[in-house]
């Protein structure tokens, strides 16, 4: 029965990766950190931090599917790419080294709230009544900076809030939709090292390495490959506003579920 829900949730998350470009990790959050209290019995502070290091490295291999399918379809900006990447790598990084320190049902409360924001915001604000320009300089490093921290943190992976601010710089939503998703990879890459070092010592159970729990690893993983891949090629059939719609549904199901959450 494990191994069903696992993959199931594997399943959802992938989809919803490959359609709106979240990366996945914000789903997989709030769900994998249930069933570790529920299922493996894991006490609930540590069961958040495997969500985050767990979720973050299972990104790691969708976000590989992801970008394949947008090179393909020419989606991806790379002066764009250029100037976003270097802050987020370093926010990647710090955010795991931030989360060592919290506890778990601080994390869940911090994952809630934020999500829920943005959300609310991508719901309510239209680019039109509240467009930017693209910062440039230090002005994006600072941007990308505080989006790499706080993803790294929350295990979104950088989607979740690179999405709403390159559409809101007037970035067509499939245009921001491949520059994050690009951008996600090496950020994931290096919070996945980081949620390893920064759990090396934690006290986590047999089958982690740092926080990284692999039988959900590989049991999650399982459900999603392939349907990362078919999310991404059904995005691009919809409309940019049908696709903030549904960005902002599924941000805001995940919010609720973190702030109410999990009871067995």
Known sequence: MEWVLYITIGIVAGFLAGLLGI???????????????????FPLNLATHLALGT??????????????????ANSIDWEIVKRF?????????????????????????????????VALRILLVSVDQCAWNLPQGKHMFAVSFGIGTVSSLIGSGGSTFSIPFLSRCRLPMRQAIGV??????????VASVSFVITGWDAGTPTGATGYIYWPAFFMVLSGSLLFTVVGAKIGYHLSNNVLRKLLAFVLFVVAIKMLVGCWC
């Open 180 to 189: 994050s998703v690009f951008c996600t990879l090496p950020l994931v890459t």
């Open 85 to 117: 990447l270097p802050g987020l790598l370093v926010g990647g990084a710090l955010g795991p080294m931030i989360a060592g320190l919290l506890s778990g049902m601080m994390l869940s409360i911090m994952v809630g709230l934020v999500v829920l924001l």
């Open 55 to 72: 979720a973050i490295a299972i990104m790691l291999v969708n976000t590989l599917m992801t970008v394949h399918a947008h090179l393909r």
């Open 23 to 41: 990366g996945g990790g914000i789903i997989l959050v709030p769900f994998l950190s249930c069933l570790f209290v529920c299922i493996n019995k």
